[in-house]
């Protein structure tokens, strides 16, 4: 038969609970998974010799314990408990495997140290066992040679360490008058028996057994409490109400006696004293429900409030009871109703209108005028008073007072207020304070008030929103559309706070109707100035503001002729039967050929001879009328460009260019090309033409109002046209049939073309003039033609 296993001696079991217990400590360094093997041993009797191998614990018992009485005795085994606490603390910051950094130091100066460990006897003794055996002036240090402590020691001593703490600590839970405590603060004793440890032991279990039902009954009645508290958060009270109300109804029916006992108490309550009833809540809240004693309380309350403001000189009982009803017992509340009619007359001397204030700069007494800018201006101090002084009293300067002093609330340094005085306006060059300056955020140019509502008011009043710039540099180029809306959306709230309401509106409108007009259905009126969105499909559109049509493609007058056939067939149709456009000759194709502004697609009936510098008058867009380029004021997108005045970058078959070429020479680079219909199409207005004495090709004159005719004496075969137009006539057709003036390019001419798109033209040392002429040709060739020249027939 097998037997029952014996159960093991208390020293086997001590030494298994004790081997754990370093083990543990030794690979883990943490007291929480060491603590249940060191309350295992505390509450296993064995001999001292046994239980502590390596410290002298009854040494430090003896040596550190001491006290004249129970009270003394006890204090010293709780600082004796903590400085082991602390000891044991170093030992695992050894043991652990994350090491502090500063491990081989202990520091005498340390506040831990010096306060809870070094004022015990043998602490340091415990450290010398932990490896700490190098001895300096300012603490103990690892010797040089050791690279890591030892583990195991550490973990064994440690671990004795805790052992003797746990022991102590239950003496701590006895009753210091029982007799087991008694016994055992006699210092000269060993460490407590094995009857000792297990009356310590029993002890400690009914204390464990009564607070485990002491703390099931306050968590009962806490669950209890705090759904209370749920359900008055519901209903709209207060957690100290709830609370209070639970206190005076025993905690039965709370709710029927918040809504229908609690107003009758406050009743009492305010019947008894003159009080409001927020005070006499608040009081039977702060009481508990006990009504008595928050009445009693009130009572001693305004009693003490009563005498305070009547030895402030409030002699009239009645009224400072009054006001402390008014102000629900507060006593600043009542302290400022008392003084409110003491204090009128001063409230109203402070807030009547005051009149315009007369301060002579030039008085004798320096004294009294710094004493009336104290007064008057709330200066900080009586050297800004002086300095405001100095300011005011400089020969030459003529500054207001309320600029002066201004500056002088905010700096302190005279030059650098003089400067900031006397800021120049870049439009009317008059002298203002920087208070009165104003600069947009696209750059530095200042303006006074004056000059920036007076700017902006005529431009919203008289002109487009992209004249909306710095009248001064005229930046920015709100030609970007990310620079446009970056620089309204500020412009936008110095508009708002400069212009007259009216004014300012204006501004709106015209932001809106710039949006509009980038919308692709956006129509220009070729016979008004009005635009709008057109959401049909059909050529034929009518203007709502004139009632006159047009064609929504080719933005001429509507006729019935149009109808049905495309817009190139129409016009062919003009030439060859309206009888009024054969007389008009070319003069009228450049009229019905005139300029388109690419931003807004607005018409023109113009030619482009002349200036090839056109700005749209609807929005500002400026280009040029040969080839819709823009043109740029300052550096542009072109990288390798390096102008950085108004320019445009023209493409070679550009009127800009050609407008130079002689008729016959234009005319021959038409013939060459064997496009005989069109010197077809140019004789048959020749033979048509009427001819005057003047061009007829309306163009916009400088400083007129209105469009005029050219008026420029006409030539023969010029088919009743200057040379100038006739000229462009040409250019026309040589850019609606594509045709490339790179063939008829002189020397310098190719060479000017290749430097302006960076194509190399030095020549070979081999090359004449025809090989060098012809290789330039090609390399131009191999640049496209401008894609945004007009190409119309």
């Known amino acids: 038969q097998n037997k029952s296993p ?9 030494e298994e609970l004790k081997a754990r217990a370093e083990s543990c400590l030794a690979t883990s360094g943490s007291v929480q998974k060491v603590r249940p093997f060191i309350t295992a041993m505390a509450e296993t009797a064995v001999p001292v010799s046994t239980r502590y191998q390596h410290i002298p614990a009854e040494n430090i018992i003896k040596e550190n314990i001491a006290g004249k009485n129970q009270k003394e005795v006890r204090d010293s085994l709780t600082q004796l408990i903590k400085a082991l606490n602390i000891l044991v603390k170093y030992g695992c910051n050894l043991t652990n495997p994350n090491r502090p950094q500063y491990w081989r130091t202990v520091k005498y100066n340390n506040p831990v140290f010096k306060t809870v460990v070094d004022i015990i006897k043998g602490g340091r003794n415990v450290l010398c066992l932990y490896g700490y055996t190098n001895k300096m002036p300012d603490g103990l240090n690892f010797p040089d040679d050791v690279t890591s402590p030892d583990v195991q020691k550490v973990a064994e001593v440690a671990t004795e360490v805790m052992t003797l703490s746990a022991e102590l600590d239950l003496f701590t839970k006895l009753d210091p008058c029982s007799s087991l405590f008694t016994k055992n603060i006699n210092l000269c004793n060993p460490l407590p028996s094995k009857d000792d440890v297990m009356s310590i032991t029993k002890s400690q279990a009914s204390f464990k057994i009564l607070d485990i039902k002491k703390q099931d009954t306050f968590r009962k009645e806490g669950l209890k409490l705090l759904h209370h508290l749920k359900e008055g958060e519901k209903k ?36 008894m004293i003159l009080l409001s009833k927020a005070e006499a809540k608040q009081a039977w809240i702060t009481s508990e429900g006990n009504t008595q004693k928050a009445v009693l309380q009130l009572l001693s309350d305004r009693a003490a409030k009563l005498h305070v403001l009547m030895s402030m000189g409030f002699v009239d009982r009645l009224a400072c009871e009054k006001a402390l009803f008014i102000s629900a017992g507060d006593l600043g509340g009542a302290l400022s109703h008392l003084q409110r009619p003491l204090l009128q007359p001063l409230h109203n001397n402070i807030w009547k209108e005051q009149t315009n204030i007369h301060f002579d700069i030039n008085h004798d007494d320096k004294e009294w005028l710094c004493c009336r800018l104290l007064g008057l201006y709330n200066l900080p101090s009586w050297g800004r008073c002086l300095l405001a002084l100095s300011l005011l009293q400089q020969p030459d300067v003529e500054y207001s007072l309320e600029d002066v002093v201004q500056c002088v609330r905010e700096h302190h340094d005279k030059d650098f207020i003089n400067r900031i005085l006397k800021k120049e306006c870049k439009i009317c060059f008059g002298s203002f304070p920087q208070r009165k300056m104003h600069s947009l955020t696209a750059c530095q140019c200042s303006m006074c008030t004056e000059c920036f509502k007076q700017h902006f008011t005529v431009v919203l009043r008289d002109k487009h929103i992209r004249d909306m710039v710095c009248p001064v540099c005229e930046e920015p180029d709100i030609n970007d559309p990310e620079t446009f809306l970056t620089y309204v959306s500020t412009l936008d709230v110095q508009l708002r706070v400069y212009l007259e309401p009216e004014t300012y509106e204006l501004f709106g409108k015209k932001l809106m109707e710039h949006a509009v007009m980038k919308d692709p259905k956006f129509l220009w009126c070729c016979h008004c100035t009005n635009g709008f969105i057109n959401d049909k499909d059909q050529l034929k559109v009518t203007c709502q503001n004139c009632q006159q049509s047009f064609c929504s493609k080719c933005k001429k007058p509507w006729e019935d002729q149009h109808e049905g056939i495309s817009c190139n067939d129409f016009q062919a149709w003009k030439r060859e039967n309206d009888s009024d456009y054969q007389k008009q000759g070319l003069a009228g194709f450049l009229h019905d ?9 607005f018409q023109y009936a113009l030619a482009k001879g002349g200036c090839m510098h056109f700005t749209c008058s609807q929005c500002r867009y400026e280009f040029c009328c040969g080839c819709n380029n823009p043109f740029h004021k300052r550096g542009c997108m072109y990288a390798q460009c390096t102008v950085t005045g108004l320019h445009a970058h023209h493409p070679r078959d550009c009127l800009f260019y050609l407008r130079d070429w002689t008729p016959a020479r234009l005319q021959a680079l038409l013939q060459v090309q064997k496009r005989r219909q069109m010197l077809f199409t140019y004789c048959c207005f020749n033979s048509r033409v009427c001819h005057t004495e003047g061009c007829g090709v309306m163009e916009q004159k400088d400083g007129a109002q209105f469009d005029a005719p050219c008026g420029i004496q006409t030539q023969e075969g010029h088919a009743g046209l200057c040379d100038k137009h006739y000229r462009e006539y040409l250019v026309s057709l040589i850019n609606a049939h594509l045709l490339d003036p ?13 430097k302006r798109h960076k194509v190399y033209h030095d020549r070979g040392e081999e090359e004449n003039d025809e090989t060098y002429h012809t290789r330039l040709r090609q390399k131009l060739k191999e640049i496209p033609l401008g894609d945004k020249v007009p190409r119309k027939i």
């Open 6 to 14: 014996q159960p093991m001696s208390s020293l086997a079991q001590f």
């Open 742 to 754: 790179a063939d008829f390019f002189e020397e310098g001419e190719l060479i000017s073309a290749c």
């Open 236 to 271: 709209g009270f207060g957690p100290e109400e709830v609370y209070a109300a639970l206190q005076a109804s025993g905690g039965s029916g709370v709710w029927d006696w918040l809504h229908s006992e609690l107003p009758h108490v406050l009743e009492e309550i305010c019947a």
């Open 593 to 601: 050929n005139g300029i388109n502004c690419p931003n807004c697609k």
